[in-house]
């Protein structure tokens, strides 16, 4: 799988922007950024591009913070210690990482 990582959301969201419909597969974020946070991201993907799936990877564990990503219409919240329910994530959406976990930095 092909990354393009990005300081922030705003980042990410020009990039987005910037990008034709089917240059992109999923958008992983974090949910604490400068500016435009992992939830307003989730947001405007939602009203920008509609099928493109959002997992939120964080360090947060509450289960009050992945259903509130759910409801918002993300695919997940991934604690980051856990690389690989974000390679099994990203399978269930149709993208294979080839090296599996590690790959994932």
């Not at 950024?33 to 009203?47: K, N, T």
């Not at 939120?56 to 856990?82: F, M, Y």
């Amino acid at each position: 799988v092909d990354v393009l990582e990005v300081p922030t959301g705003h980042a990410a969201l020009s990039q987005l922007r910037k990008a034709p419909v089917d240059t992109f597969q999923a958008v992983v974020t974090d949910l604490e950024m400068q500016g435009l946070d992992g939830f307003g991201l989730l947001a405007a993907v939602r009203r920008e591009r509609p099928r493109l799936p959002v997992i939120v990877w964080t360090h947060h564990e509450d289960p009050a913070i992945a259903t509130r990503v759910q409801s918002e219409g993300g695919v997940a919240c991934i604690n980051k210690l856990r690389r690989e329910e974000l390679v099994s994530a990203l399978a269930s959406i149709g993208i294979e990482v080839r090296d599996g976990a590690e790959a994932l930095g």
